[in-house]
């Protein structure tokens, strides 16, 4: 504040300087649009399908090129295409995906017996290890930090698929752990808000 009085001309009134100061501080204010829609759509059909055990992968997630595919041009795009558009989807979030999709079928047996479970951040932890040797503990959770990993890099890709500043990080994985937990199948164990364990 000293070194803007120096610098404000004589004549002006010597609450000035505070005015000023304080408009300068309401600029730096700035309102940053999270695309909450977006990013819960993406979360829900990213979930669902790897938790989906079998069956074709939903059309949204394929990256077909116009023209191709033997569609006719004039009869205009096929809903697909349509989906496609307002999809949050690139090659890295679809390898990511399908990383996380196939590690789910090794920890399927995981969820059913209690071993791990699903944290209130969306991501997996070693809950129980009674009746696992040493090497059977180790396997399982080499799994499950690859895949907290997976789930890391995933959010981060979304936000760079959707232009979301790198603070806002959280609030993609605060989605994403509401699908986690929400879709969880019924036998599983999952940590509420306040860090309580339940089996669906």
């Known amino acids: 504040m000293g070194s803007l009085r120096k610098l404000w001309p004589p004549n002006l009134p010597p609450l000035a300087p505070l005015t000023v100061a304080a408009f300068l501080a ?9 695309p909450a829609a977006k990013v ?13 055990e079998k069956g074709e992968r939903p059309q949204t997630f394929r990256d ?9 041009a004039w009869l205009g795009p096929r809903e ?13 979030i679809r390898a ?20 791990i479970g699903i944290d209130r951040e969306g991501y997996l932890q070693v809950r129980d290890t009674a009746g696992l040797g040493l090497s059977e503990v ?5 799994l499950v930090e690859a895949d907290n990993t997976a789930r890391r890099q995933l959010y981060a890709e979304v936000a760079r698929a959707l232009n979301i500043e790198p603070q806002q990080v959280g609030q993609i994985q605060e989605i994403f752990a509401r699908e986690w937990r929400d879709k969880a199948q019924a036998g599983w164990w999952v940590q509420d808000d306040a860090g309580v364990w339940n089996q669906r």
Request: charged share 15%; glycine share 8%; aromatic share 8%.
């Open 26 to 34: 309401a600029c730096v204010t700035v309102n940053i649009y999270f």
């Open 40 to 52: 819960e759509e993406a979360a829900k059909q990213i979930v669902e399908e790897v938790y989906q």
């Open 64 to 72: 077909p090129s116009p023209g191709t595919g033997g569609w006719p």
């Open 80 to 92: 697909a295409h349509a989906q496609e558009a307002a999809t949050v989807s690139n090659a890295a």
């Open 96 to 115: 990511l995906k399908d990383q996380i999709a196939q590690r789910h079928g090794q920890l399927a047996p995981h969820y059913a017996q209690g071993q």
């Open 138 to 142: 180790a396997s399982l959770k080499r």
